[in-house]
């Protein structure tokens, strides 16, 4: 097996106005492995990256216009493989300002999606069947609806067990 990529991703939670919790997701451009994927803001480990935090935290600043000036990182998460892409993902909880506007990066970011994290109840909790040109056949993967997108693969094995962990008031967020 090839070694596997190291990469960080922010998982950025917010209160709005009313009070609610929402999780701040992207949708990837429609290329390359990952095109079209709903996922957490994020990237490869660079050179010049002190930790995986760093690379986090710079990579959310570069996607979406997040200053680290406004992220707390609350906890490291236990770290996630792709299962096709050979990707080693290391997460970071935070509670963020948010800004007026994301500022997304075009170049890779279609979207930014600030979703209610009520989104994440067992009634949008469902099945998606995925292809890829490796695979030999299509496979069925857990993953939450996202108003018309899905997030599955390592995003959803990144937020299914956090959230128990957010209801039962693990971090004050």
Do not use: K
Not at 11 to 39: I, K, S, T
Not at 76 to 90: N, Q, S, W
Not at 106 to 135: C, G, Q
């Amino acid at each position: 097996m090839t070694e596997l990529r190291e990469s960080a991703v922010l998982v950025p939670l917010y209160r709005d106005a009313a009070g609610e919790l929402r999780l701040v997701l992207v949708r990837r451009v429609r290329r390359g492995v990952h095109g079209g994927q709903l996922a957490f803001p994020g990237g490869l480990v660079e050179p010049d990256d002190r930790s995986p935090r760093e690379t986090a935290l710079r990579e959310a600043e570069e996607e979406i216009g997040l200053v680290p000036a406004a992220v707390e990182v609350l906890g490291e998460l236990p770290i996630v493989d792709t299962v096709t892409t050979g990707y080693r993902i290391a997460p970071f909880l935070a509670r963020i300002e948010r800004p007026d506007h994301w500022r997304r990066q075009v170049s890779e970011i279609d979207e930014v999606l600030d979703v209610p994290l009520a989104t994440f109840r067992p009634e949008n909790h469902t099945e998606t069947l995925e292809d890829f040109p490796t695979w030999s056949e299509p496979r069925r993967f857990p993953c939450y609806r996202v108003g018309p997108h899905q997030l599955w693969g390592a995003s959803y094995r990144i937020l299914h067990p956090l959230l128990p962990r957010l209801a039962a008031g693990e971090w004050n967020v």
